[in-house]
């Protein structure tokens, strides 16, 4: 069996991914043609063809040693588009390039677009306006984008850049970013090294809200595209750009309002893969990973709320509303939800990838292997890994009590407290299963202090019986979000293959290096949400991901959310050889 990476390294004849032959002679090669088609694919190529891998030598390879638990393809150069691809590389390594792209990035930063919470509707809430201004600076900074994709408003402000590609009947790539950022809390302001909003360029960072999360994929995007429009690429394959206005806050006024008219333009599944903001690659036993977001956790929140009788403080009984309410936070915080790592969750996927990195203690990466057939192996795998909260917190349902209130004067009995208990609910659980868990665990507790008891409009305790208060539980604010679908990672997942390929040529060609040692690709998860929720109706081919080192939504070193965020000139450049990777590439690959 193989522990080290040499095997999967190993290059293989065959082509990987099927591409269609020629863009002169292009004909739509359809998967679903199947085996006939990428036999063709694969002669043509299987000879010119030096880092390819195929489909069927990781199947064989799978079936012969299956200790590769984590296949994977090697980079992913564009062929047909190489001349330009290679050009383009050259160019972003330049320092006129460099400084290009700060003016675009810094540009964008200095408008501040916050989202707020409880923002009004658009025309009616005159803090959207800034969007109105942040449009033109784009409209402006990138003229050859403007002028060349059709654009399509919703609602105000929310954009969708179709550029059309020569042949209709390929899928489009969906690319989404977010206009919006996290409001800079007042109070933080003489925090920041730079002031949020200035766009501030030390000869190495751009400095500002917003810098990463996600003007850099925004602006990143839009800085790949104008690029070669300048070079007068023009795609076979469409390229969609979607961009809401108010990811922050849930994206109700963007994404949610965008999401329809993405689907009347192409359909249902009728986009080949869309790729948003995520986390990108950082470092983990001595190997660099990068890990795209093939799902994202769910999300509830939960009211509980205590009611009893009011009255005067002086003759008070055994237990107020906040008292019983606060041994009800208690008795939550004892019982934490049940984690397992699960066969096939995303988080077990993401194990499995470790026995590549070469520092991984050798007993866990021999329980690793076994795992997949060894209960007492996944056992010890769990616990290891779990010893990291994090890792923990992304496998399991959490719960976090995030708000309470109660009481509105000091002689005075509360007759109401409340809390707000927020969950991010595992990819292996559902909102009915976490609101079913809520719901027993308080069972006890409310017959315990009398109280009839209400979960999320079902009549728990008899309606009829007397008792001293009332105990609700009920879902604050929207309603519970479900885990979302995992995208498929498997060795014939044609989408999840090229943007594997095609983070491992961004990061390479950024490097001045060739070949696989240097990056890895795993399958990730969100632990926060994206605009993404939206969209799963477009595609089954959802990834999140942000190509850079420790930025977006997966991690907050880089200032994301708070004081300080800021992205080198380096980071933000090779996001741009990374978007100009995927749009070539996907342009020539032989998807729907
Ligand atoms: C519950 O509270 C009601 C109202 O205060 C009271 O009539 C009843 O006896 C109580 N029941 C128990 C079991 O304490
Ligand atoms: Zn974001």
Redesign the pocket.
């Known amino acids: 069996m193989s522990t080290s990476n040499e095997k999967t390294d190993k290059i293989l004849p065959g082509t990987w991914p099927p591409r269609r032959v020629s863009l002169s002679t292009s004909k739509r090669v359809s998967l679903k043609a199947g085996l006939v088609v990428l036999a063709v694919v694969a002669f043509t190529f299987l000879w010119s063809s030096p880092f390819a891998i195929g489909p069927h030598d990781i199947h064989e390879q799978l079936e012969t040693n299956n200790a590769d638990i984590c296949p994977q393809v090697s980079e992913l150069i564009p062929r047909s588009n190489f001349a330009l691809w290679k050009a383009l590389g050259d160019t972003y390594g330049t320092d006129a390039f460099k400084m290009r792209a700060v003016d675009w990035l810094a540009g964008a930063v200095k408008i501040p677009t916050e989202s707020y919470d409880q923002m009004g509707p658009v025309g009616t809430d005159p803090r959207w306006d800034k969007f109105s201004t942040f449009y033109d600076y784009m409209s402006t900074a990138f003229p050859l984008v403007h002028s060349t994709l059709e654009l399509t408003k919703v609602n105000t402000y929310g954009l969708i850049y179709v550029w059309k590609g020569t042949d209709s009947s390929l899928q489009p790539l969906l690319l989404a970013a977010h206009q919006d950022v996290v409001p800079v809390e007042e109070t933080t302001i003489d925090q920041w090294q730079y002031p949020p909003f200035s766009g501030h360029f030390d000869g190495e960072r751009v400095w500002g809200r917003g810098s990463q999360d996600d003007k850099s994929g925004l602006i990143g995007i839009r800085s790949a595209m104008e690029s070669m429009l300048e070079n007068k690429f023009q795609p076979t394959r469409t390229v969609v750009l979607a961009s809401g206005f108010d990811e922050e806050t849930s994206g109700l006024h963007g994404a949610q309002t965008l999401a329809p008219v993405l689907l009347e333009m192409f359909g249902e599944n009728g986009y080949a893969m869309l790729v948003d903001e995520g986390s990108g690659y950082g470092e983990q036993f001595g190997r660099v990973i990068a890990t795209p977001g093939i799902s994202e956790k769910g999300y509830m929140d939960v009211m509980i709320n205590v009611a009893s009788?009011g009255g005067h403080s002086s003759i008070p009984p055994p237990h107020t509303s906040i008292g019983i309410l606060a041994d009800i936070l208690v008795n939550l915080e004892k019982n934490p939800f049940e984690v397992h790592l699960e066969r096939g969750s995303p988080t077990y996927m993401s194990a499995q990838c470790l026995i590549h990195a070469p520092e991984l203690p050798a007993s866990l990466r021999r329980d690793i292997i076994h795992a997949e057939r060894n209960e007492g192996a996944l056992h010890r795998v769990e616990q290891e890994l779990f010893k990291d909260p994090q890792f923990k917190s992304l496998v399991g349902t959490t719960q976090a009590i995030d708000l309470i209130n109660g009481g509105v004067k000091v002689n005075a009995l509360p007759e109401q407290a409340w809390a707000v208990v927020n969950h991010r609910i595992s990819t292996q659980s559902s909102v009915s299963a976490t609101k079913q868990r809520d719901t027993e665990l308080l069972t006890s507790i409310a017959?315990s202090f009398?109280l009839s008891y209400t979960a999320f409009g079902a009549r728990i305790t008899d309606a009829d019986?007397?008792?001293?208060?009332i105990l609700t539980l009920s879902e604050a604010y929207t309603h519970g979000l479900e885990p979302a679908a995992l995208s498929p990672t498997g060795h014939d997942a044609v989408p999840y293959q090229l943007l594997s390929g095609t983070i491992k040529a961004a990061y390479n060609s950024h490097r001045g290096v060739s070949g696989d040692d240097s990056l890895l690709i795993s399958p990730g998860i969100m632990s926060g949400n994206t605009d993404t929720r939206y969209y799963w109706k477009l595609t089954e081919h959802i990834f999140r991901y942000g190509h850079t080192d420790g930025a977006g939504g997966g991690s907050l070193s880089s200032g994301v959310h708070t004081v300080n965020e800021a992205i080198t000139i380096g980071s933000f450049v090779e996001m741009i050889r990374f978007f100009t990777t995927l749009i070539l590439n996907v342009d020539e690959s032989a998807l729907p």
């Open positions: 009788p017959s009398n019986a007397p008792a001293f208060g």
